[in-house]
């Protein structure tokens, strides 16, 4: 970020409870992220867009988002194994053989509960 984009500018405003409430509701009911970008947009007369997505894709997307980061994190290391195997010596692998099983359960426990999660949604899904 260029230095002059830094926002290091504090605004402090008063609110009453109700009005605070307001503001809460009315934020919950828009794409934002944060209440500061709300508000910005809405000091700086921007546009502010009403929440379109739908929540219950949201929720699929952040937990799927998880499961590849998680599963990700195991295949990382899973071919970290597998080049240490491919680099050592006949006696040197039982150790780096007994790590690689252990992974691979890992690997297949991950895979069983996206695989679940993904039943699951369908399912929901089917319902509605």
């Keep these: 970020?260029?230095?002059?984009?830094?926002?290091?500018?504090?605004?402090?405003?008063?609110?009453?409870?109700?009005?605070?409430?307001?503001?809460q509701e009315n934020f919950g009911q828009t794409?934002?992220?944060?209440l500061s970008d709300y508000a910005r947009q809405l000091l700086l007369k921007k546009p502010v867009i009403g929440r379109y997505r739908d929540?219950?894709?949201?929720?699929?997307?952040?937990e799927l988002t998880a499961m590849r980061r998680d599963?990700?994190?195991?295949?990382?290391?899973?071919?970290?194994i597998a080049k240490k195997l491919n680099s050592r010596g006949e006696n040197e692998r039982d150790s780096?053989?007994?790590?690689?099983?252990?992974?691979?359960?890992?690997?297949?426990?991950?895979?069983?509960?996206?695989n679940r999660f993904i039943n699951q949604t369908a399912a929901k899904w089917l319902q509605s």
């Design 1 to 23: 970020m260029k230095e002059n984009n830094k926002r290091n500018k504090w605004l402090h405003v008063r609110l009453t409870f109700k009005e605070y409430e307001s503001i």
């Design 31 to 34: 794409v934002q992220n944060s």
């Design 55 to 62: 929540t219950g894709m949201q929720d699929l997307l952040a």
């Design 71 to 80: 599963l990700h994190g195991l295949a990382g290391n899973y071919n970290q």
């Design 96 to 114: 780096d053989l007994a790590q690689g099983q252990q992974l691979q359960k890992e690997i297949l426990n991950s895979l069983d509960l996206v």
